[in-house]
């Protein structure tokens, strides 16, 4: 499935690499909570990867930790590349997410920050990582998840409909947990968890909002998108529309963006296993100390909860 133009993103990342240093807040932000989760494991990762490392941040973040011995960057946008690499003094090479140049069972750690969400083929690309890591190798990505840019997309929607009649995408669709989690289950990790965090950044206007997400080469890169210039007064209602709904008390408008966490490994016969069912040897009534009530039976429940 082609969802994205992936050469209009590459071009866009290129473009925007010599002044994300300004705007990547949202990047920076993301890369200091994934290595605090990263930092939470108690293990080293001798060989480990960036994949889509925009200009560095996971490698700033992480610093001289000896957690990692050695740490390969790699994005699809050439500039990128060439500035991770003159900014951390890292190997950095230029790879595809959908087609990485890595051998079988090399990698003990892959790393991801906040470029998954750009990829066509997902699925094939977690089956490419989890082919990567060695057995017991970690995963640990962020990701936008489905709740990133509400506020944007219900305004320049209503917009568009009040000033053209029809409505075309105009900002990118985002995976939610539950698929992100079952993506990963169907790629082959074992133990795959996701969760969800909120950062929410207040503009004082949406063009302004609208110049970072273009900064961070974040814009809209739907192969349905419409191809032809936007109307100035569909942008104008926009922006109203924004203000008259997505407001805070001081006059600001509030972007949300939905940061996802997947952590999966690569499988090993060490890991942990879900019991066979009905092998427990204890009652789950005993430890809540509650009484069991057989399936069906209401006359051991308090009357108000009979009729549930």
Same mark, same amino acid.
């Given at each position: 499935m082609q969802v994205f133009d992936r050469d209009l993103v590459r071009r866009r990342r290129d473009r925007a %690499?010599?002044?994300?240093?300004?705007?990547?807040?949202?990047?920076?932000?993301? *890369?200091?909570?994934?290595?605090?989760?990263? $930092?939470?494991?108690?293990?080293?990762?001798?060989?480990a990867l960036d994949l889509g490392c925009h200009t560095g941040q996971i490698a700033q973040a992480l610093g001289s930790s000896p957690k990692i011995v050695t740490l390969i960057q790699s994005d699809f946008s050439p500039g990128m590349a060439k500035l991770a690499r003159r900014t951390t003094g890292r190997a950095t090479i230029i790879a595809d997410e959908e087609m990485l140049p890595i051998a079988d069972g090399a990698l003990d750690l892959v790393l991801s920050n906040l470029s998954l969400h750009w990829v066509n083929d997902l699925p094939g690309t977690l %089956?490419?990582?989890?082919?990567?890591?060695?057995?017991?190798?970690?995963?640990? *990505?962020?990701?936008?998840?489905?709740?990133? $840019?509400r506020e944007l997309r219900t305004a320049l929607l209503e917009a568009e409909a009040e000033t053209t009649g029809g409505v075309a995408p105009r900002v990118s669709p985002f995976t939610d947990v539950r698929d992100a989690g079952n993506l990963l289950t169907r790629a082959g990790f074992a133990l795959p968890v996701v969760d969800a965090d909120t950062i929410t950044v207040t503009y004082g206007d949406m063009f302004k909002l609208m110049g970072d997400l273009r900064a961070m080469?974040?814009?809209?890169?739907?192969?349905?998108?419409?191809?032809?210039?936007?109307?100035?007064?569909?942008?104008?209602?926009?922006?109203e529309i924004y203000r008259e709904h997505f407001s805070d008390s001081r006059g600001r408008l509030t972007a949300t963006f939905q940061v996802l966490t997947l952590t999966a490994w690569a499988p090993h016969a060490s890991q942990q296993k879900p019991l066979r069912p009905g092998s427990a040897t204890a009652r789950?009534?005993?430890?809540?100390?509650?009484?069991?009530?057989?399936?069906?039976?209401?006359?051991?429940?308090?009357?108000d909860k009979k009729s549930r």
């Open positions: %690499a010599s002044g994300i240093a300004e705007n990547d807040f949202l990047l920076r932000e993301a *890369a200091v909570r994934l290595t605090d989760r990263l $930092l939470d494991v108690t293990r080293d990762f001798p060989m %089956a490419q990582i989890r082919c990567s890591l060695k057995p017991d190798g970690l995963f640990l *990505a962020t990701m936008f998840g489905g709740e990133t $840019l080469a974040e814009t809209n890169a739907v192969l349905e998108r419409r191809k032809i210039p936007t109307r100035r007064e569909t942008f104008l209602r926009a922006a789950l009534a005993d430890v809540l100390k509650t009484q069991e009530v057989e399936l069906g039976d209401t006359t051991g429940l308090p009357k």
